[in-house]
């Protein structure tokens, strides 16, 4: 029997590295072969931009925390693009529009009634009839209801028949621009899962690149904390890092710093609440570097962020500027104080706090006092030294 089990044994390594050997490969799915350096010759093609510096042809977020606005300023952008560059050119989320084309916004949660207001607070009916053929938006509440785009089944992401049907349309109706409001009104699924974000890009990238088209979701931002930059923007948003990472570009919107707010009230001449001014930004790009931040004042009429970067960056320039004079005159006010033995503090808590006097001098904000200030104290045109008559430090001109 051993001599027979040995036997077998030989022949079943036999015949399995002969089967081993016969067998052909499989056939390719994707020839990496066809992709040689020839194929990119020459000067690549520049970005084919829908709004400048903001949006190309590709899929992307835009989020904000609740309340500061997005879904309007996603309508004024879908206007804006189906309106086109024109004769004198068009705005939108801090750039110029580039091209002129269908656009199909979905809404998730606004009814039409809602839409029609805000419409009518962006432009008069009369204008409505200039859209006709390139503006389409649809509100889901009123249009069957909201069905997911997403969905999980048997722990595995699947894109839904209602994704099949808004590509179909997206393809039939030959859209340039289309926008998602809001993701997790249309995605039955954990934000949180890596795996969620990846499928529904995968899935919107697929879209664009076939028509050519871009496409935006909208998206939450984080509540509670201060946002000082593009950085603390993105990390912000909501959900998983793949949620961001996986789609080309990501377009935050977040409330202005108490600073920024003050100094623009300053400059406006009238009060801004906390959501007021605000600030906007690509935040991440796979094709192209970080945008300028954008800041828009709310419209107190229609509650529409307004771009006012150009107009409030000179207003703005201007205010933070303090006349040539301005060194002298506190180097010599300074002086006068030491030697009377009153001298100024470098301490803002203190009631002699010498930026208290410097902004009641230039009219000048609290920022651009102690800016001015911390540059005369490190060049050492104001000195700080022990004073015997307050038996204190104290700040004397040089």
């Known amino acids: 029997m051993p001599d027979l089990d040995r036997r077998v044994a030989e022949l079943d390594n036999y015949y399995n590295s002969k089967l081993k050997r016969e067998v052909l490969p499989a056939p390719l799915v994707h020839d990496y072969s066809r992709w040689g350096i020839e194929r990119y010759e020459g000067w690549a093609p520049p970005i084919d931009w829908i709004i400048e510096g903001v949006l190309p042809v590709t899929p992307g977020l835009i989020a904000s925390m609740g309340g500061v606005g997005k879904s309007f300023l996603m309508l004024d952008a879908a206007i804006r693009i189906a309106a086109g560059p024109g004769a004198f050119g068009q705005w939108a989320m801090g750039g110029k529009v580039a091209q002129q084309g269908k656009v199909l916004m979905v809404t998730a949660e606004d009814s039409k009634n809602a839409i029609h207001r805000r419409l009518n607070l962006i432009m008069s009916p009369d204008q409505h009839k200039k ?213 100024f503090s470098k301490a803002p808590q203190s009631d002699r706090w010498i930026g208290a006097w410097i902004m009641h001098q230039f009219k000048c904000s609290r920022p651009v006092a102690i800016k001015y200030l911390r540059e005369w104290v490190s060049r050492g045109e104001l000195v700080q030294e022990w004073c015997k008559e307050i038996r204190s430090n104290g700040l004397r001109g040089r």
Request: aromatic share 6%.
């Open 131 to 343: 859209l006709i053929g390139n503006l389409f938006i649809v509100p889901l509440p009123d249009a069957g209801g909201t069905r997911p785009l997403l969905e999980c089944v048997g722990g595995h992401y699947l894109m839904t028949a209602a994704w099949d049907d808004f590509c179909n349309n997206v393809i039939k109706m030959g859209i340039l621009c289309s926008f998602m409001d809001p993701w997790q009104a249309v995605a039955a699924v954990d934000a949180n899962d890596p795996a969620a974000g990846q499928c529904y890009w995968s899935s919107v990238s697929q879209l664009c690149a076939e028509t050519k088209s871009a496409h935006l979701t909208s998206h939450h931002m984080r509540k509670g904390g201060e946002i000082d930059g593009i950085a603390s923007a993105r990390a912000a948003i909501r959900g998983s890092s793949a949620l961001v990472d996986g789609s080309r570009l990501s377009y935050a919107l977040w409330p202005a710093m108490a600073d920024d707010r003050i100094m623009t009230e300053q400059v406006l001449g009238t009060p801004l609440g906390p959501l007021d001014l605000i600030h906007g930004a690509v935040v991440k790009s796979n094709d192209f570097g970080m945008s300028d931040v954008a800041t828009y004042v709310r419209d107190r009429v229609s509650g529409l962020l307004i771009d006012c970067s150009e107009q409030l960056a000179e207003q703005i320039e201007e205010a933070n500027t303090l006349p040539a004079s301005a060194m002298h005159e506190t180097v010599l006010e300074a002086t006068v104080r030491w030697d009377r033995g009153v001298p």
